[in-house]
C-alpha cells in the first residue's frame, strides 16, 4: 500500500495518517491476478483511497473504478510510499529451476541488491574469462588446454579458500605475501604487453596491492586488498 504519481489529484484523498495502497500484480497467471485483484479492492476498502499498478492496464480498471489511482509505472506508484503490497505468484516458477531461495530479509531493497551482486558476478567472471583465454591464446597456449585449466580452476580448492579469508576478513595466517604478490602483477602485465593482449582486471588488482601496501597491509596475505573496496565503500 502507499501513494504515487498522481495520487494528489485523486478525488479521494487520504486524511492524516491513513493508509494509501499501491499493489502489483503478476501479468502472466490468472490465479495471481485474481488474487491481486482480491487483495487490492479489500486494501482499497480498508483505505482512504490508493495507488495502483499492473503492466495490463485493464486488470487494475475495476481499482480505478472504486476511487484507486492507476500509476503508469512502478516507480511512480511507489514514488513517496508509506506501505507498499506486492503479490507475484512465483514461488512455484522460481523454484522448478533454482537450487533454492534465499530469504535475503527485511531490509528493503536488499533483495534487489543481492540480485545485482549476484549478476555482478556473472558479468564480471565472464569478462575475467575472456582475458584469460586471450592471453593464453596471444602468447601461443594451446585453447582447448587453456581452457581445461580454465574448468578445473573452478572447483579448486584455494578459490574457496579466496572466499573464506576474504568473507570472514582473515588475513594474518599468510598464504602469499602481499609484496611477492605485486611482483606477481607485474609479471602478468609485462607478459600481456609483450602479446598485446590487455588485461585490466591484473592491473585493477596490482592498483589495489599498491594502496593495500601504502595503508600498512603489507604483512598480510595478500588477499587482503580487498580491503581497499571496503574502504572505498566506507566500510571499516
Known amino acids: 500500500m502507499t501513494g504515487g504519481s498522481g495520487f ?4 479521494m484523498q487520504p486524511s492524516p495518517g491513513s493508509v494509501r495502497p499501491w499493489v502489483r500484480a503478476s501479468p502472466s497467471q490468472s490465479s495471481g491476478s485474481d488474487v491481486w485483484a482480491r487483495a487490492s479492492r479489500r486494501a482499497c476498502c480498508v483505505a482512504v483511497a490508493g495507488c495502483v499498478f499492473n503492466r495490463t492496464a485493464d486488470k487494475a480498471a475495476p481499482l480505478v473504478a472504486d476511487g484507486a489511482t492507476a500509476a503508469r509505472t512502478p516507480t ?3 514514488s513517496g510510499a508509506e506501505v507498499v503490497i506486492t503479490c507475484l ?3 512455484p516458477c522460481i523454484e522448478a529451476y533454482s537450487i533454492r531461495i534465499v530469504h535475503v530479509g527485511t ?3 536488499g ?3 543481492l540480485k545485482l551482486a549476484f549478476n555482478f558476478y556473472l558479468a564480471s567472471i565472464a569478462e575475467l ?3 584469460f583465454l586471450a ?3 596471444t602468447s601461443g597456449v594451446d585453447h582447448e588446454i587453456a581452457t581445461q585449466v580454465l574448468r578445473e580452476l573452478q572447483d579448486h580448492p584455494g578459490t574457496a579458500g579466496y572466499l573464506e579469508r576474504i568473507g570472514g576478513r582473515d588475513f594474518d595466517d599468510v ?3 602481499m609484496t611477492t604478490g605485486l611482483k606477481d602483477l607485474h609479471l602478468m602485465l609485462s607478459a600481456a604487453e609483450a602479446v598485446r593482449s590487455p588485461l585490466p582486471y591484473a592491473a585493477i588488482v596490482r592498483d589495489g596491492t599498491v594502496t593495500a601496501l601504502a595503508t600498512g597491509l603489507g604483512d598480510k596475505d595478500r588477499s587482503a586488498f580487498t580491503e581497499i573496496a571496503r574502504l572505498n565503500s566506507g566500510l571499516h
Open 89 to 91: 505468484r512465483v514461488c
Open 135 to 137: 592471453f593464453t591464446e
Open 76 to 78: 511512480g506508484a511507489a
Open 8 to 11: 494528489e489529484n485523486s478525488p
Open 111 to 113: 533483495a534487489n541488491s
Open 107 to 109: 531490509t528493503p531493497g
Open 129 to 131: 574469462f575472456g582475458q
Open 175 to 177: 598464504g602469499f605475501e
